[in-house]
């Protein structure tokens, strides 16, 4: 265990109510659920538990760890709820009954206006990322939500920062909390972070991304209408990216973040969406193309990197204004010139993988076996060429390499998986 689960989860476990404070990538997240998944009593007919998150991705996160966990227990129903999905769709979900609901604040308040979730029942109520949704104005819409459950329940909140207006909610939500702080170790830290001073920031990056040649790569920019122009320059100049922002649809967000994970676009280019809850290992270079405003979001962007102790690198391009704000946040980083860097010119980072949409997922039954089957058995792919597969309640995704995709696209789209016809296609 990490040490934000070794010394969380026995109070967890005794009802305790719990501040638990630990950096990204430390564990937070399994230090609530395995506990979580523990106590819960089969059969009811109302949820048991509350998970109060800032974003869609963090949501998801937290319920695929559920769902992790919950295999061995049957009929665990964990639902999520956020905006920019179907609200038909979710209450046809909560219909059907559910044990754990995961949801961002806007959502859930949403919910509870129409009368469709049942809250009376609510044993434990956790808040992720709770320095966030303070950021993000969520304070008030979080607090009437909290003022509808039960008042004999247990509480867990959990951040990677404790900035000092969140006692508006410890003192209002939390009883008595035991509070549990995990100091960075700093002989263990291992992401190394290096700022630059430039003039043209294009040309930095490209630099940057040529110099250090990662296989994976995040850029941070202030804005959606930035993240769309860096991502062109990058597209044009060669490079594979995904994109990701608040104007995309949340299958588009889901598409973007997964073609991410599974190297078929090996850079993400992406506003602080993606600073918090996408815990992906192998991400080896953050760049800082517009500087965080604050020093908590420079630490939760550059988290996204080093995770699992993996090594990683964070880069802070710096202009004018940029070399200012860096003393606020970060006044210890020394500047180095953008000169000292020795790129690789003829480096473009593109990924050797491409990825496949098929319109079957678990509510047909599919499985990730059954996919692989095909594609090796079937249609005689090697085993060697086919990465990642994702299934979800609706479609698969499935990751192939692209000398031999081509193949597996007219393959899955001809043939059959578990002797049923799906339809097929490629993402771009």
């Not at 980072?349 to 996919?371: P, S, W």
């Not at 995709?405 to 993402?427: N, P, S, T």
Request: proline residues 4%; positive net charge.
């Amino acid at each position: 265990m990490t040490p934000i689960q070794k010394a969380s989860i026995p109070s967890i476990l005794d009802k305790k109510d719990i501040i638990g404070r630990a950096k990204t990538g430390s564990g937070k997240t399994l230090a609530f659920s395995l506990p979580l998944i523990l106590h819960l009593k089969p059969k009811q007919q109302n949820p048991q538990a509350l998970i109060i998150a800032p974003t869609r991705e963090l949501c998801e996160q937290i319920a695929g760890e559920l769902k992790n966990i919950a295999r061995y227990k049957a009929d665990v129903k964990i639902i999520t709820l956020y905006g920019g999905t179907s609200l038909t769709q979710q209450v046809a979900s909560l219909e059907k009954g559910a044990d754990v609901l995961v949801g961002t604040p806007g959502r859930l308040l949403d919910h509870f206006s129409r009368e469709t979730i049942e809250l009376k029942k609510i044993k434990t109520l956790i808040l992720d990322e709770a320095d966030r949704m303070l950021d993000m104005g969520f304070a008030d819409d979080i607090l009437k939500i909290v003022s509808n459950l039960p008042k004999q329940r247990q509480n867990l909140l959990f951040s990677a920062t404790y900035p000092e207006n969140i006692f508006k909610l410890t003192s209002r939500i939390l009883n008595n909390p035991i509070t549990i702080e995990i100091e960075e170790q700093k002989e263990t830290l291992a992401i190394e972070e290096r700022a630059y001073k430039v003039e043209n920031k294009e040309n930095a990056l490209i630099a940057t991304l040529q110099a250090f040649q990662p296989n994976l790569a995040i850029v941070f920019c202030a804005t959606k209408v930035k993240t769309n122009e860096i991502s062109d320059m990058l597209d044009e100049k060669g490079f594979d990216v995904a994109t990701l922002n608040g104007d995309l649809e949340q299958y588009e967000r889901q598409e973007m973040l997964l073609q991410f994970a599974n190297g078929s676009l090996p850079i993400l280019v992406a506003t602080d969406l993606a600073a918090r809850g996408l815990d992906i290992e192998a991400i080896e270079l953050i760049i800082n193309y517009d500087i965080p405003m604050k020093p908590e979001d420079y630490v939760h962007r550059i988290g996204r990197t080093g995770r699992a102790n993996a090594k990683g690198i964070a880069v802070t391009l710096c202009d004018a204004y940029a070399l200012r704000k860096l003393e606020e946040i970060r006044p210890s980083l020394k500047v180095k010139d953008i000169s000292s860097l020795k790129p690789n010119k003829n480096f473009f980072l593109q990924g050797e993988m491409g990825t496949l949409c098929i319109d079957g997922g678990k509510k047909k039954k599919v499985r990730a076996g059954d996919i692989l089957g095909t594609l090796c058995k079937d249609i005689g792919i090697d085993p060697k060429d086919i990465g990642k597969i994702d299934v979800f309640d609706r479609n698969s995704y499935v990751a192939i390499k692209k000398s031999a995709i081509k193949k597996a696209f007219h393959g899955l789209k001809e043939g059959k998986i578990k002797k049923r016809k799906f339809r097929v296609w490629w993402l771009d």
